[in-house]
């Protein structure tokens, strides 16, 4: 089985330009979700997908982040304009039903200069 | 306020002899509790979970407790072995968003050969 695939994984840009990731999850997984983690820190959830629809996005910053999740299946999340205290690890994960544990992809490591 | 929390930011045993991680929590509505491990430029990978239904789960070298009046759980691993050096994350979900989990900021395990 593939596992969930991120890219880029590398990004480095300068603050107030716009930068923009991508995954794809497990086929057949319909619960999506991005974390970012901050250096030392846990996961923290930014955005929960069932299928194409939004099921948490509370704790995503919407005047600068937005994602989707177009025919259910590959996602991507946009950052505009970026800050210096967005540099961190982009983790995608997905799972085939709400609950239970995630496959997480390596995650983007975004550097904000 | 932190709703997972991991007290131990890093711990240090020699090979064969056993690991203790300890993760508290303080959300009551809490009932299901997974631990993941990570290595460096990966992103994290499901280790073992429980239910708040049980106070004991077990899979080969890896056991986690969970004391639910005490709000605590922790991840046994005997005996320990130098590939288990990894950052290991606590996470805790609620029934009624089972798929949202909140991680702890991870305890760094060294085992030493």
């Known amino acids: 089985e593939a596992g969930v695939a991120q890219s880029p994984r590398y990004k480095i840009i300068e603050k107030r330009q716009s930068v923009a990731f991508w995954c794809n999850p497990i086929?057949?997984?319909?619960?999506l979700y991005w974390y970012q983690q901050i250096l030392g820190q846990g996961p923290k959830l930014l955005i929960q997908f069932q299928n194409n629809g939004v099921v948490d996005d509370s704790q995503l910053p919407k005047d600068r982040f937005s994602a989707e999740r177009l025919k259910g299946v590959d996602s991507t999340l946009k950052i505009q304009p970026a800050k210096l205290e967005d540099s961190a690890v982009y983790l995608c994960?997905?799972?085939?039903?709400?609950?239970?544990?995630?496959?997480f992809g390596s995650g983007t490591r975004l550097t904000v200069v | 306020d932190q709703q997972v929390k991991q007290n131990s930011p890093s711990l240090s045993v020699q090979e064969g002899r056993i690991s203790i991680l300890n993760c508290d929590y303080t959300n009551s509505m809490f009932d299901y509790f997974l631990w993941y491990k990570k290595y460096p430029a990966e992103g994290p990978t499901f280790l073992i979970s429980i239910s708040s239904i049980k106070d004991k789960n077990e899979d080969g070298r890896f056991t986690v407790f969970l004391n639910k009046s005490a709000k605590h759980l922790s991840l046994h691993i005997v005996p320990s072995q130098p590939g288990d050096s990894a950052v290991y994350f606590c996470a805790a979900s609620e029934v009624t968003n089972a798929g949202k989990s909140t991680f702890g900021d991870g305890t760094t395990l060294t085992v030493k050969p």
């Open positions: 994960a997905s799972s085939p039903v709400r609950g239970g544990g995630y496959t």
């Open positions: 086929s057949g997984h319909a619960t």
